[in-house]
């Protein structure tokens, strides 16, 4: 085949994916190839054909990120993000998978898994000695919703004969946008049972205040965009806003962690705010759960 006629086959499949693109959705007419867009349709389409079989290969793995208690400086827990590890060895992010499981339902397969995976984890230390940390696992929007997802969760509990409090359920804000009343309502049924509820990235989108007001949450996780703002903020509005909910926070018992600590400057900021915890690269990037037991609970809860 000469070069000539391989450019245009190329082309061509190229014409033909912009046409696709554009016969998804009636308001462009005008439709342009573009290479990341193409990745993107790749990717989108790899996940999707391959999810069921990656959770029974076992290809998501559990990771775990240390959380450190500013007042003591040591690891008082984790929180598990999942990584799709794929057999070549290529690692697949979070970003890159969840939203999509989330459209097609699977997420309520991998939320499951991800928690068994972290109370097996807990079970091995609990069991070789060691004194666990909690560990905050991430919900996904729909999955708290489900039918029935209380009693799952707390099956799962009972079959490893561990106690629920070691597990903190990470939501988000925007769960409680449409009908407060009826998140309140799944979160009751949770905490009667013994789980802990953190609100995600507090601060990265329609914030209200009210959210903490009127949600029952044990923690808020404050986004890392408030950090980066009280950084590039002269003036320090954005400090005595962070310095509010902090405050807020406390009067209402709610425990602040916060997220996306990068430089010593950072931690040094949160603890003169008067946070209680902090999590970010600064202390620890998210490892395997295997090397999270070697480096931190083996090592008895210390940073180094
Ligand atoms: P998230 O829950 O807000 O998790 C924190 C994200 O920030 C993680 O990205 C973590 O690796 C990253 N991070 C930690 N420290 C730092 C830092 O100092 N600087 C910066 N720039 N980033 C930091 P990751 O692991 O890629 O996860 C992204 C999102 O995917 C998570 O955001 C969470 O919403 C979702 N996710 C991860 N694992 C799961 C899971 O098992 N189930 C569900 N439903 N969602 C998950
Ligand atoms: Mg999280
Ligand atoms: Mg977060």
């Excluded at 590890?85 to 898994?113: A, S, T, V």
């Excluded at 984890?121 to 039918?147: A, C, D, L, M």
């Excluded at 949770?190 to 923690?219: C, H, P, V, W």
Aim: glycine share 6%; charged share 30%; proline share 3%.
């Amino acid at each position: 085949k000469s070069e000539t006629v391989y450019e245009v086959d190329q082309m061509l499949t190229h014409v033909m994916f912009a046409l696709d693109k554009a016969r998804e959705t009636h308001q462009n007419n005008v439709w342009f190839f573009d290479s990341k867009l193409h990745e993107k349709e790749l990717m989108n389409n790899y996940v999707d054909s391959h999810m069921y079989q990656a959770l029974e290969d076992k290809e998501f793995r559990l990771f775990l990120q240390p959380q450190i208690d500013l007042a003591t400086g040591k690891v008082c827990g984790a929180e598990a993000l999942v990584r799709w590890i794929k057999k070549d060895g290529k690692i697949i992010y979070p970003d890159q998978f969840i939203p999509l499981f989330e459209e097609n339902g699977f997420c309520k397969f991998l939320d499951i898994y991800i928690v068994d995976r972290v109370f097996s984890f807990i079970r091995g230390w609990i069991n070789r000695g060691y004194e666990p940390v909690p560990v905050s696992v991430n919900q996904s929007k729909t999955v708290i919703f489900e039918h029935n997802f209380t009693r799952k969760l707390y099956t799962i509990v009972i079959s490893w004969g561990i106690s629920p409090e070691l597990i903190t359920l990470e939501i988000l804000e925007g769960m409680a946008l449409k009908n407060p009343n009826d998140l309140n309502r799944k979160i009751s049924m949770l905490k009667e049972k013994g789980f802990r509820i953190a609100m995600d990235d507090f601060g990265s989108g329609y914030s209200s205040l009210n959210t903490l007001g009127q949600i029952q949450i044990d923690e808020l996780k404050l986004d890392r965009g408030f950090l980066r703002d009280v950084a590039a903020d002269k003036n320090k509005k954005s400090w005595i806003i962070m310095e509010q909910i902090t405050e807020m926070a406390k009067k209402l018992h709610i425990k602040t962690v916060v997220e996306g600590v990068e430089t010593g400057e950072n931690d040094r900021m949160i603890r003169e705010l008067g946070c209680d915890c902090g999590q970010g690269y600064y202390y620890g990037k998210p490892v395997s759960a295997e090397e999270f037991t070697e480096k931190y609970i083996i090592g008895g809860h210390e940073l180094n």
